[in-house]
T-cell receptor
Framework: DVKVTQSSRYLVKRTGEKVFLECVQDMDHENMFWYRQDPGLGLRLIYFSYDVKMKEKGDIPEGYSVSREKKERFSLILESASTNQTSMYLC????????????FGPGTRLLVL | SQELEQSPQSLIVQEGKNLTINCTSSKTLYGLYWYKQKYGEGLIFLMMLQKGGEEKSHEKITAKLDEKKQQSSLHITASQPSHAGIYLCGAAQETSGSRLTFGEGTQLTVNP
């Protein structure tokens, strides 16, 4: 079974703090994705990566950055957290090379005060 | 405008009833994925459809893809409380493939 894990299920941070969300997959997948999910807006892609040290902007990259130093790990960084970044963050991975199933982690619910 | 529309947005049914959720794309579909999400959790992959007319089943859940209509339907037979959750469709709408666009989801409640 594919396993995607996220470092925290719940996180509370203060405005202006630097926040790291980590995602690890154990299936040697090439592709990894970060989404945020908000009521009425659905899932929106923040960043994705097709390979180690490679990243591409999704639909809403502003205020976020990512890091992929190892194939199995994809980190999402909020440089200076703001209240409008309060959301559910979901990480996913897929094999790579075409249209493949994305497998999701359990999500991190982030509250920025 | 929304590229992937799901209907209905929410659905409340009595246990044992059948139900259908639809997902319609405004762009050409290259692959259609169905996921289920329990509140506050990640998405669980249910099934993927790729060819027009394709139909797949998983336990009491059946999904079909109508390529001409650019639409997929998810049908649950004899619903149970365990079917409750949010159902999301995701679509590959680009020839490059790996990115998916998601619908907003359908919230399903099954009353015992």
């Amino acid at each position: 079974d594919v396993k995607v894990t996220q470092s925290s299920r719940y996180l509370v941070k203060r405005t202006g703090e630097k926040v790291f969300l980590e995602c690890v997959q154990d299936m040697d997948h090439e592709n990894m994705f970060w989404y945020r999910q908000d009521p009425g807006l659905g899932l929106r892609l923040i960043y994705f990566s097709y390979d180690v040290k490679m990243k591409e902007k999704g639909d809403i990259p502003e205020g976020y950055s990512v890091s992929r130093e190892k194939k199995e790990r994809f980190s999402l960084i909020l440089e200076s957290a703001s209240t409008n970044q309060t959301s559910m963050y979901l990480c996913a991975s897929s094999v790579g090379g075409g249209w493949e199933t994305q497998y999701f982690g359990p999500g991190t619910r982030l509250l920025v005060l | 405008s929304q590229e992937l529309e799901q209907s209905p947005q929410s659905l409340i049914v009595q246990e044992g009833k059948n139900l259908t959720i639809n997902c319609t794309s405004s762009k050409t579909l290259y692959g259609l994925y169905w996921y289920k999400q329990k509140y506050g959790e990640g998405l669980i992959f249910l099934m993927m459809l790729q060819k027009g007319g394709e139909e797949k089943s998983h336990e009491k859940i059946t999904a079909k893809l109508d390529e001409k209509k650019q639409q997929s339907s998810l049908h649950i037979t004899a619903s149970q409380p365990s079917h409750a959750g949010i159902y999301l469709c995701g679509a590959a709408q680009e020839t490059s493939g790996s990115r998916l666009t998601f619908g907003e989801g359908t919230q399903l409640t099954v009353n015992p």
